[in-house]
Structures are given as structure tokens and as C-alpha cells.
């Protein structure tokens, strides 16, 4: 089993532990685990109504110069600059001075199609321009101006006719930034500034430049032998599809502002969430225990990042790693879950001869993952969980199959086989009882 899989369904198992104080310490347990192993480097943020409720940064910003990542430590956060960019566009929206039915052809007419694509189709992926990291000659590397962007843009063919398919491009959120520029008459790291930096308070977000350790800013890595420091994208090339630094703090303070309405007004943000083919308007969706959860995720050279919020609970969880031989989206997901108050829906329980509970009676251990579960009858009913952990009551709902309603958790016993299976959060562990 790898080994960052057991530390998933570790973390997942935690949702036994009752107190918001455990979750944390098992939390840093995994953390420190991953940094231990020489796994992943980066930063965790967590917030609660707006409130930090968990932080920890593991590994280094420059493993060269021997530098440890902290809370404020900087990386660059890839496509989730996305949505940074679709703001300012809702903004100028907001204020009249665009419309999100208006052409690409009022700004650049050269371009495939601009006749047909509108704002809309560049913010929801459905503009048919041809993705510019597709290109096989492509080099990220070497610093290209606007006017030489432009140029190349023009050349593209349409990959389909507006509207009628939606397809990632991070071609669309390069030309939204520069029609962000071609409006304001700045540059787009003046607009980052003023629209959102400036109004939230942001001391570690802009859009980034060559990559500066004596700011606080991390390098990137990728895993061949060792660690090696990755080639840095030139971020003129990017520009508002990927160019933005940040910390994984700031994120959750720009994901909160966002949702609580003090970016963009509330028509914008129910139209920014629209999705068609799963793709909304400069946010992603998808669905957690019947909950609509919105995020983005990002990626660039060796940095990879994810922010996901719970309007339900006004849950903010930011991940930027600099260094991963895995991927993070389920690490950080799961740091969500560990602070939702999910509601379970009741079973009926049913009877069961407390004779038959002693066939449940033991200790039961997996292969799969380092831990037991232990199960005991206490005034005529079943109660269990982790070994050495706080245990509940167990509601016998099927034959052979009970439930632990305040976590979502079902077990099904096999007496025969002298086995069970645990059913928790989508995975499902298999456990034999020791002889």
C-alpha cells in the first residue's frame, strides 16, 4: 500500500476523534509524517468563519540555502489565479464597463472566431481558442511581450465553434488579463493591486516575477534521485491565467471575501458559479455529502496548489506545495472533511440476541493500513472504534452490518470469516480478527 494512501485513510480514521483539538494534533501527525518521509514540502491553511483554525508549513522554500518553509512563506499558486482574474472581469462587469455577452472582437479581432466569442466563453472555457501550452514547440521558459503573445494567438485555429463545447484553456485567462489591461490602462499587476490587494488587506499576494528567496519566496522541485530545483516559467507568459504568488493564508482570506460578497456583487458571484460540463465561470464545483463545494486547483513547474470552500459552514482550506511525489487533492479534501459538521442521516436500528454480538467481540487488524479496531459489548449493545481511541456505540441496522451515525461509518461483520469491512468517506478497508 503506498504509503501516502495510508496516510489519507489515517487522516479519514480521524473522524472518530471527537474533540477539534485531536483533529489537529492528527492533523500535524500527518503532516509531520509526509515531511518526515521526504514526501512533500509546503503549506496547509485551514479557516472557519473566517477564523484560522489550523496551520502548518513542512519542508523548505530553498532547500539550497537551508531555508524552512513558515506560514508566510511565498509560492507561486498557477491556474488558481483564475479566479483572481475572473473577479476583476465580474468587477469591470459590475460597474458597467463590460458585459459578459461582450466580443472578443472589440478588443482583439484578429483571433479565430472573436466575432462569435464572448466575455462569457473565455471565463467558462467555452471559446474554442486553441490552449497555448499545447504547442509542441512551446518553451515556458523564455520571456514573450504581450504585442509577441498576441501574435502567436492570431496564428491559432479554432479548436471548435463557440459555445457549443467546453474545453480548458489557459489561452482564455491570458486574454482576459490582457483585456483587464486594455481597459484599466494598467498593467495587470497594478489591477491585482488595487481591486483586490489593496481592498483585502494582502501583505504576500501579487503577481510574480523571477522567483526571489530573499522575499520569503520558494523555489519549486521535482523528485528524480533527490530533490532538484525546477526551471522556472517566465510568468509574462501566463500572465492572468497563472502569474499570481501568494501564501496558502492569503487564499483562504481572498476565497472568504469572495463568497461573503465583498469582491463582486451577489448576481456576479451566482454567475460566476454557474457550470456547464463542469466548468463554472472562473471557479470549479463539484459536490461533498450532497454539498456544493467550490475551488481551484493550480500547477506550475514543480508547484502544485489547491483552495476549496464549504459555504455551508464557511470552511476555507488552501494547499501550495513546492515540492509532491504525489498528488494533493485528496490530502487536502480530507483537511476539509476533518473540520465539517457532517449530518448523517438516522437508520433504523434493529434487533439483535446479544448472543450473536459476542461473535463480533475482538480485536480486528488490516494489511492495508497500521492500526486495530477493537469491539466489546457493554450493557447488551455493540460499541468499538480504533484501538486506544474514545469507542461509541454501534447501531445494528442489517445483519451483520452496524453504523456509527456521528461519523458517517458502517461496518459489515463477517463471523464466518472472522473478518469485517469498514466503509468510511468512500473507501472501504478490509480487517481480520486476531486469533
Not at 498593467?187 to 516575477?209: A, H
Not at 481551484?296 to 509532491?324: C, M, Q, R, W
Not at 449530518?343 to 446479544?354: G, L
Request: proline share 3%; net charge neutral.
Amino acid at each position: 500500500m503506498p504509503r501516502v494512501l495510508f496516510l489519507i485513510i489515517a487522516l479519514l480514521i480521524s473522524n472518530f476523534i471527537s474533540s477539534q483539538e485531536s483533529k489537529k494534533q492528527h492533523l500535524d501527525s500527518i503532516l509531520t509524517s509526509l515531511e518526515s518521509k521526504n514526501t512533500t514540502m509546503g503549506s496547509l491553511f485551514i479557516s472557519k468563519n473566517n477564523t484560522e483554525v489550523y496551520s502548518k508549513s513542512i519542508g523548505y522554500s530553498s532547500i539550497e540555502n537551508n531555508t524552512k518553509a513558515t506560514k508566510n512563506t511565498k509560492y507561486r499558486i498557477g491556474s488558481i489565479t483564475k479566479i483572481y482574474t475572473a473577479v476583476m472581469i465580474f468587477q469591470l462587469i459590475d460597474d458597467n464597463k463590460l458585459r459578459i455577452d461582450s466580443k472578443l472582437s472589440e478588443f482583439y479581432p484578429k483571433i479565430k472566431n472573436a466575432k462569435k466569442i464572448t466575455i462569457g466563453n473565455l471565463l467558462n472555457h467555452r471559446s474554442g481558442v486553441f490552449n497555448f501550452v499545447k504547442l509542441e514547440d512551446f518553451n515556458p521558459y523564455i520571456e514573450k511581450s504581450k504585442s509577441q503573445m498576441l501574435v502567436e494567438i492570431e496564428k491559432f485555429s479554432s479548436d471548435f465553434e463557440p459555445d457549443t463545447k467546453t474545453e480548458y484553456s489557459n489561452t482564455n485567462y491570458i486574454l482576459l488579463g490582457y483585456i483587464l489591461e486594455e481597459i484599466y490602462k494598467q498593467p495587470y499587476s497594478k489591477i491585482l493591486k488595487q481591486k483586490i490587494v489593496d481592498k483585502l488587506s494582502l501583505n504576500n499576494t501579487y503577481s510574480g516575477d523571477s522567483i526571489d528567496s530573499e522575499n520569503n519566496e520558494a523555489f519549486s522541485y521535482v523528485f528524480s534521485k533527490e530533490w532538484e530545483k525546477s526551471n522556472e516559467t517566465h510568468l509574462s507568459l501566463p500572465h492572468g491565467a497563472g502569474a499570481i504568488v501568494s501564501t496558502s493564508k492569503e487564499l483562504t482570506v481572498f476565497m472568504n471575501a469572495l463568497m461573503d460578497g465583498k469582491l463582486i456583487s451577489n448576481t456576479s458571484l451566482k454567475q460566476m458559479k454557474v457550470e456547464t460540463e463542469g466548468l463554472g465561470y472562473g471557479i470549479g464545483k463539484f459536490t461533498m455529502y450532497d454539498r456544493e463545494i467550490y475551488g481551484h486547483s493550480g500547477g506550475i513547474d514543480g508547484f502544485t496548489s489547491l483552495l476549496i470552500y464549504d459555504p455551508k459552514e464557511k470552511i476555507s482550506v488552501a494547499f501550495i506545495s513546492n515540492a509532491s511525489k504525489t498528488g494533493i487533492r485528496e490530502f487536502v479534501i480530507d483537511g476539509l472533511e476533518n473540520f465539517m459538521s457532517i449530518p448523517f442521516k438516522k437508520s433504523e436500528a434493529i434487533e439483535v440476541n446479544s448472543d450473536y454480538l459476542k461473535t463480533y467481540v475482538g480485536i480486528y487488524s488490516s494489511e492495508e493500513v497500521g492500526f486495530t479496531l477493537t469491539f466489546y459489548i457493554k450493557e447488551n449493545n455493540l460499541f468499538g472504534g480504533p484501538t486506544g481511541n474514545h469507542h461509541n456505540l454501534l447501531l445494528p441496522t442489517k445483519e451483520n452490518e452496524f453504523k456509527l451515525e456521528s461519523e458517517g461509518a458502517t461496518v459489515n461483520f463477517n463471523p464466518k470469516e472472522n473478518s469485517l469491512l469498514l466503509s468510511i468517506s468512500g473507501k472501504e478497508l478490509s480487517f481480520s480478527k486476531q486469533q
